[in-house]
């Protein structure tokens, strides 16, 4: 009897080691945890304040834009401009949508010619081009150039054709037979769907649009630098729709940037100063 109870005695002081071994390594897993979650609460709260100080950025933008004082109007040509905002530094940059090649009213020629400004061959930019007018109109025949029509995509093994139909969205042209997410990143910033128009103004195009136009781009630019800004008397007061790319910087080192396609005057609620278009936004590591 008393060796039986020696061992019971044994067992239990067994369990006791090993439960309170066991509450000490949760309590342990758990401060571990409060501690990450405490971590990742402070670093998404700080990254949500760099994130609205670039929003900010935006909304500056569309009112430096709408200067009515032409010294200090802001030009929608895709300049970087520096403002400074409750201590943080942003480079903020708006580009009139009119600017821009529109994907669903563009000639194939003029696209084709873009896409030969970013670096692309002479032939597979026009068969590019060709794919880009055969993916929106509704007929099913090439483009007597160079194209695309349900028969090529079938041959590429795709299991989709032409959509016959206007894009709704830039990234969609990456569906378009031969666009690689190469080619689209470098064109991807001269690309719209709401200027409405066939032909970019060159008033607010960029150095390959403007190359594209059969324009010389450095001559341009120079002209409108050197016009501080007051380009053929009508800056800031084109469509009202702009691209604008917002990168803030906060002391810390902390980045946030966010772009976005906004139209001036008249948002969805009451009292907001723009519609959105488009928006994007995210973080950069210092």
Not at 252 to 279: E, K, S
């Amino acid at each position: 009897m008393p060796v039986r109870r020696d061992a019971q005695r044994g067992v239990a002081l067994l369990l006791v080691v090993w439960l309170i071994a066991l509450l000490t390594a949760l309590i342990g897993a758990f401060a571990i945890t409060a501690r990450v979650e405490s971590l990742q609460g402070r670093v998404l709260a700080q990254g949500s304040v760099t994130q609205e100080i670039a929003r900010a950025g935006v909304e500056y933008a569309l009112q430096r834009v709408a200067d009515a004082d032409a010294r200090t109007r802001w030009v929608p040509d895709g300049r970087p401009y520096a403002w400074t905002y409750a201590g943080s530094q942003l480079e903020v940059q708006l580009v009139d949508e009119t600017g821009k090649v529109d994907l669903n009213q563009t000639d194939a020629q003029t696209l084709a010619n873009l896409l030969r400004a970013v670096g692309v061959e002479d032939g597979q930019a026009q068969q590019l081009a060709g794919a880009v007018i055969d993916w929106r109109d509704s007929d099913p025949l090439v483009q007597p150039t160079s194209g695309a029509e349900d028969p090529q995509y079938a041959e590429a093994g795709l299991p989709y054709g032409a959509k016959d139909a206007p894009f709704e969205t830039v990234g969609e042209v990456e569906q378009v037979l031969g666009w690689t997410p190469d080619i689209y990143a470098r064109v991807r910033p001269y690309l719209t769907l709401y200027s409405g128009r066939s032909r970019p103004d060159p008033t607010y195009a960029q150095g390959p649009v403007l190359t594209a136009l059969g324009m010389d781009p450095s001559l341009v630019l120079a002209q409108r630098q050197g016009a501080n800004g007051q380009v053929a008397g009508v800056v800031g007061q084109g469509t009202g729709t702009y691209s604008i790319e917002s990168r803030a910087r906060r002391p810390d080192g902390r980045q946030a940037v966010l772009r976005a396609v906004v139209r001036a005057g008249g948002g969805p609620t009451p009292g907001a100063m723009y519609t959105t278009l488009r928006w994007e936004e995210g973080w950069e590591p210092r």
